[in-house]
């Protein structure tokens, strides 16, 4: 098993935390291993239509994780990692992972034990979690019948289940006990009543964690697995998985909310899909899914994968490249109860529709950064952080819906104010929000943009946009606005009178902690803690901002964290820099 193949990995990284609470707090960036990045930097042509391996690697993935942190992601999750099927079929290669032939081995093309085992490494030094995807249900063929002996370790006709095609997906058993998969590419699968196939799969996904230091799971097709397998399973992974079950309705995806930690959230998924993908969306049917999950669900929606993207469905943009709209949903899953997940390609516009056209590579795109996407997702990142950082109930606390109209839509989820619409870009929306928890006079700020909002009497907000887009609100007071400038890029350079200075300082936080500058003038807000200035956690452990600061001045200031309320500050004695006449600087420091 890979537990014996792995022994003498003696110093690998342990999983930095892995229980829901932990990941709740996390944003996932999904990718497709073989479609990533190439170990050397290089573009490979990669024509999806020809469904083969394009050269992707685990090591191509270390070295683009600046690109991942730099829009905020702190965890990701990669495609499987097993052996799987080799050779061309009827329906490609197995490029993407989900085709196993052999449990107890890597998959090549994606690199080496070692290589994998420095993913893990690399994340965890960067603060950042794993997530990997694993296959329980089935083994892949070429032939029908199989040819068992090919596959490890289940190698007998007796390990699966008597071959017969789902064709009925309102029978359970049907669902449970027949194959996936077509003629070209038979899913065996695998006897899950079969104490001895049930002792593997409890074993070998504890090893498997183990091993490579995962932090969590994603699990394939769960609702093809009877339900009483799930929670040993769970147990014996020892960390948070989230499972798919492929269905739009709460009501049957509900139940395995009581056997796995989290679902990928499609009822959601659908209903997000229809709302944002033309100005006759429903974003009532919206609500009603949402509300419904919150009942439904055994932890509401709080541990609940949220996305609009992944590799099994059409990208959003295969269905409309309105950019109004395209936000607006992209929006959803930052700001809603569920931990967020974001599909490769997606913050690029991609544009593939349906497998395999949706699994392009990315190399492709050059992982520009500067791309209205990209930073949409980095504000949306951050914009959840902060709400994180300024609530210890932000997790805890359910979305609600202050207001819906027929294009409009206001989602409470304290400190957060997020104001959707579905009038595309060419529309100017409006929302009047007269039921926030906010206190008259509040200070709000848009996020996506810096500009700023004093909420009316009773706590009212009203607003009117442009070009369709959403406005995500928070109080200056955890949002501050030199923060926000510096990331909507307002805030890069100096004005005539003015010395652009970045603070730079090396600082490993605990969970909810974040980090603060405070100083002696009115720009470093005269050393108060309660408008002191966030820094950007951007290139973690690296902390920074940049703020405009009179030319030829002396100025003292010391960093603090927060974390809940709690503040901390650095030893005396205090920092100081005396700003240059003219330019710009750059101040490194140390915590002390």
């Not at 490609?92 to 994606?110: D, K, P």
Request: hydrophobic share 35%; charged share 15%.
């Amino acid at each position: 098993m890979l537990g014996s193949a792995l022994a003498a990995f003696a110093l690998a990284a342990s999983a930095l935390a892995a229980t829901p609470a932990e990941w709740q707090q996390r944003s996932i960036y999904q990718l497709v291993t073989d479609r990533f990045a190439t170990s050397n930097g290089s573009s490979p042509s990669c024509d999806t239509e020809d469904r083969i391996y394009c050269g992707g690697t685990w090591q191509g993935v270390i070295n683009e994780l600046d690109y991942i942190q730099y829009m905020g992601f702190d965890a990701i999750w990669i495609s499987p990692i097993v052996a799987n099927l080799e050779g061309s079929t009827g329906d490609g290669y197995s490029y993407h992972g989900y085709w196993t032939v052999n449990q107890n081995a890597l998959n090549e093309h994606f690199g080496t034990e070692s290589d994998l085992q420095s993913l893990a490494t690399a994340l965890h030094d960067r603060g950042m979690y794993l997530m990997v995807d694993v296959v329980v249900n089935h083994m892949a063929a070429n032939t029908l019948p199989p040819d068992y002996s090919t596959f490890t370790p289940f190698n007998s006709e007796a390990d699966f289940h008597t071959f017969c095609w789902i064709t009925d997906y309102s029978n359970q058993t049907n669902v449970e006990q027949c194959w996936l998969g077509d003629d070209s590419v038979p899913l065996a699968d695998c006897d899950t009543e079969d104490d001895a196939v049930v002792d593997f799969f409890y074993n070998w996904i504890g090893e498997l964690q183990s091993n490579y230091s995962v932090d969590g799971f994603r699990v394939d097709t769960v609702k093809h697995i009877r339900k009483d397998f799930w929670p040993d399973f769970q147990t014996n992974a020892g960390v948070y998985a989230v499972g798919e079950i492929f269905d739009g309705d709460v009501s049957y995806v509900a139940p395995y909310t009581e056997v796995i930690d989290g679902v990928l959230d499609y009822p959601t998924y659908y209903q997000l899909t229809y709302a944002f993908e033309s100005t006759s969306g429903s974003l009532q049917n919206l609500v009603d899914v949402i509300q419904s999950a919150q009942s439904a669900y055994s932890t509401q929606l709080f541990q609940v994968g949220t996305f609009l993207e992944n590799q099994d469905n059409p990208r959003f943009q295969s269905i409309t490249t309105d950019q109004g709209l395209v936000k607006n949903a992209m929006a959803w899953p930052f700001i809603a109860d569920g931990i967020p997940i974001l599909y490769y390609g997606q913050e690029q516009g991609y544009t593939g529709a349906n497998d395999p056209y949706n699994r392009e590579a990315l190399w492709l795109s050059g992982y520009e950064e500067d791309k209205p996407l990209v930073q949409h997702v980095r504000l949306l990142n951050a914009a959840r952080k902060a709400a994180i950082a300024a609530s210890s109930s932000f997790l805890s606390t359910p979305v609600t819906f202050p207001l819906v109209g027929t294009n409009t839509l206001a989602v409470s989820k304290y400190p957060l104010l997020s104001l959707l619409t579905n009038v595309g870009a060419s529309g100017t929306p409006a929302w009047d929000v007269s039921s926030t928890n906010y206190s008259s006079g509040t200070e709000l700020i848009d996020v996506l943009t810096c500009t700023t909002y004093t909420a009316g009497s009773g706590g009212s907000v009203s607003v009117t946009g442009s070009e369709g887009a959403p406005v995500i609100l928070l109080p200056t007071s955890a949002f501050n606005t030199s923060y926000c400038e510096e990331l909507v890029g307002t805030n890069s350079t100096s004005s005539s009178d003015t010395i652009a200075v970045t603070f730079e300082v090396q600082y490993d936080t605990v969970y909810g902690e974040n980090l603060y500058i405070t100083g002696s003038i009115d720009e470093l807000v005269n050393w108060s803690t309660d408008d002191a200035l966030l820094m950007s956690s951007a290139n973690y452990p690296t902390w920074s901002l940049t703020v405009n600061l009179p030319p030829s001045t002396t100025v003292q200031y010391k960093y603090i964290t927060i974390d809940n309320g709690d503040v901390t500050w650095e030893d005396d004695p205090n920092n100081e820099i005396t700003t240059p006449a003219s330019g710009s600087v750059t101040q490194s420091d140390s915590w002390h």
